[in-house]
């Protein structure tokens, strides 16, 4: 997979747990990794407002 895939990959799994509602903490990849800024922007796109 290229890195392109890959960080889209990452953007959808975000996305996918911020609809289910999972803490931001269940981000598989480390802190100094571009794939864990994609995974929390997808993450943020779809969670759930605080105090809805």
């Known amino acids: 997979m290229g890195a392109r895939a890959e960080i889209v990959q990452a953007v959808t799994d975000g996305a996918a747990a911020g609809r289910r509602g999972d803490r931001p903490t269940t981000?598989?990849?480390l802190r100094d990794s571009l794939?864990?800024?994609a995974w929390i922007r997808g993450y943020a796109r779809t969670?759930?407002?605080a105090g809805a």
Request: with cysteine.
């Open 27 to 29: 981000c598989p990849y």
């Open 35 to 37: 794939l864990r800024t």
């Open 47 to 49: 969670r759930p407002a």
